[in-house]
C-alpha cells in the first residue's frame, strides 16, 4: 500500500496508510480497538472498496487501478477472503457453495478429489457436501468458509474475525488447521481478530492503530 486513503461516504473518519509492505509467506494478526478499521483496511486489500488515493499493487499487479470487472478477477483468481459472516449462499449445498467459488475464478478442474481432500484437511464430515449451507452448525460454516476461500490456491488469504463463536478447543483445532493449510501453499494471511490469544499463530503482529499513527507522524 502505497500513500493509501480512504473515507466513507458522510463519515469523518479517514484511513490513512503511507507505506506498508507485506511479503509472501508472511502471516500476518491483525488487530486494533473496535472501529479502528481492520474491516475496511481487508476490503481495500480485497477491492471491495478502493482508495481514493494512493495505490494498492499486489503480486505485481497495480490493484486498485484495474477496472472493476478486472479486479473483480483477480480477486477470484489470487485472494482468498473469509469475512465475520462467512457469506455462504445458505439456500445452496456446501459443494455448490465451493464450486460457485472456483467457477468465478475461471477453475474447469475442480475435480471431487480436490473437494474431499479440502474437506478432510479441514476435518469436515464429507457428508457436509450435500447437505445445505444453512443446515450446518457454525463451526462448520466456518470451515467450509475456509474451504470455499482455499479452493483456488489463492496466494492470498484475508480472514476477518473467524473464530468469534468458537469454543476454545475448536479455536486452537481451527487455527492449527488453518496455518498447516497455509503453510503448505506458502499463503499470505492477514488475520484480524480481537483475540490476543491467537497472535502466537501467526507470525507478525501488526496494529491498525500503529499503521494508520504512522502516517501522520511521518506528513509532519
Ligand atoms: N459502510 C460504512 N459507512 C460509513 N462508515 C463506516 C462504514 N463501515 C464502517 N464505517 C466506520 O469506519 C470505521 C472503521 O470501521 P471498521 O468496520 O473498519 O472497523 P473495525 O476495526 O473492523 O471494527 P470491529 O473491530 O468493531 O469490527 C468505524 O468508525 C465505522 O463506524
Avoid at 21 to 28: A, L, M, S, Y
Avoid at 56 to 63: G, K, M, Y
Avoid at 89 to 98: D, E, F, Y
Avoid at 162 to 180: G, H, Q, Y
Wanted: proline share 3%.
Amino acid at each position: 500500500m502505497q500513500s493509501v486513503s480512504f473515507t466513507y461516504p458522510n463519515s469523518k473518519v479517514q484511513i490513512q496508510v503511507n507505506d506498508w509492505q507485506v511479503k509472501q509467506g508472511e502471516r500476518i494478526f491483525l488487530h486494533g480497538k473496535s472501529g479502528s478499521g481492520k474491516t475496511t483496511l481487508l476490503n481495500l486489500l480485497s477491492g471491495i472498496l478502493t482508495p481514493e488515493q494512493g495505490s494498492i499493487t499486489i503480486l505485481d499487479e497495480p490493484f486498485s487501478a484495474l477496472s472493476e470487472s478486472k479486479r473483480d478477477r483477480f480477486r477470484a483468481r489470487h485472494i482468498g477472503v473469509v469475512f465475520q459472516q462467512f457469506n455462504l449462499v445458505s439456500h445452496l449445498s456446501v459443494a455448490q457453495n465451493i464450486q460457485l467459488a472456483a467457477h468465478f475464478a475461471g477453475n474447469k478442474n475442480l475435480d471431487n478429489a480436490r473437494l474431499t481432500a479440502l474437506l478432510i484437511a479441514l476435518q469436515l464430515p464429507l457428508d457436509v457436501l450435500n447437505k445445505k449451507a444453512r443446515q450446518l452448525s457454525v463451526g462448520q460454516q466456518q470451515r467450509v468458509a475456509i474451504a470455499r476461500a482455499l479452493v483456488n490456491e489463492p496466494e492470498i488469504l484475508l480472514v476477518d474475525e473467524p473464530t468469534s463463536a468458537l469454543d476454545a478447543d475448536a479455536r486452537d483445532a481451527f487455527m492449527t488447521l488453518l496455518i498447516e493449510l497455509c503453510e503448505v501453499h506458502s499463503t499470505t494471511l492477514i488475520f484480524v481478530s480481537h483475540d490476543a490469544a491467537l497472535s502466537d499463530y501467526l507470525t507478525t503482529r501488526v496494529s491498525v492503530e500503529d499503521l494508520f499513527a504512522s502516517v501522520e507522524t511521518s506528513s509532519c
